[in-house]
């Protein structure tokens, strides 16, 4: 079985760019998590998108936004990106009580 | 709001040395307990869990961990540690319909 992907693996923006990341969930999950993965901060809750509703979001402000298609993949979206941004980020999706995590995608911004 | 509290950042331990992880949470339903490793440059992986029953849970590569409710602890243990259990590792709670909180993590750093 496939698990959680994630693209591109790597990303490089600048200052004021738009980050746009992509998670494919494991066949047959509906739920998608994404969290970010700062130095030092652990991880952070961000989205959780479910059936392709937004039902809960971290602290973080709404140029972090996403969405997920009819197939259940899921894109963030990360818009003006500064400098603190630059983080891994994660996706999950989840069967009952168990979340599977994805390989993350590292952005830096300069 | 739910919580996780781990409490050594960074840990070295010499070869065949025990390991025991603190962790406390905060967490006001029922809870489900988690212990992920993230070894280097390796997806973050499911160590093991807590939904119900035992509080004595044993996970992957011999470790274990305990849940001890009136405590709100929930730490991982291992009685000796290897160089390749070199990791990060993240205490967690929650789950299920809502989202996992993550403790800020421990770094494990095994010498051979």
């Known amino acids: 079985e496939a698990g959680v992907t994630q693209s591109p693996t790597h990303l490089i923006k600048t200052r004021g760019q738009q980050a746009t990341l992509r998670c494919s969930p494991i066949s047959g999950h509906t739920s998608v998590y994404w969290y970010q993965q700062a130095l030092g901060l652990g991880l952070q809750f961000l989205l959780w998108?479910?059936?392709?509703?937004?039902?809960n979001r971290g602290n973080f402000p709404p140029r972090f936004s996403g969405r997920q298609f009819p197939n259940y993949s899921s894109e963030l979206n990360v818009n003006a990106l500064e400098l603190e941004d630059s983080a891994l980020y994660l996706c999950?999706?989840?069967?009952?009580?168990?979340?599977?995590f994805g390989p993350g995608t590292r952005l830096t911004v300069l | 709001a739910q919580s996780v509290s781990q409490h050594n950042h960074h840990v070295i331990l010499s070869e065949a040395a025990s390991l025991e992880l603190g962790c406390n949470y905060s967490?006001?339903?029922?809870?489900?307990l988690f212990w992920y490793v993230q070894y280097p440059g390796q997806h973050l992986q499911l160590l093991l869990k807590?939904?119900?029953?035992?509080?004595l849970v044993k996970g992957i590569k011999g470790f274990e961990a305990e849940f001890i409710k009136s405590k709100f602890s929930f730490n991982l243990r291992k009685p000796s540690v290897q160089w390749s259990d070199t990791a990060e590792y993240f205490c967690a709670v929650g789950g299920g319909y809502q989202k996992v909180t993550f403790g800020i993590g421990t770094k494990l750093q095994v010498i051979p």
């Open positions: 967490y006001g339903g029922t809870v489900n």
């Open positions: 807590y939904f119900s029953g035992d509080p």
């Open positions: 998108y479910d059936e392709g509703e937004e039902r």
């Open positions: 999950a999706s989840r069967l009952v009580n168990e979340q599977f």
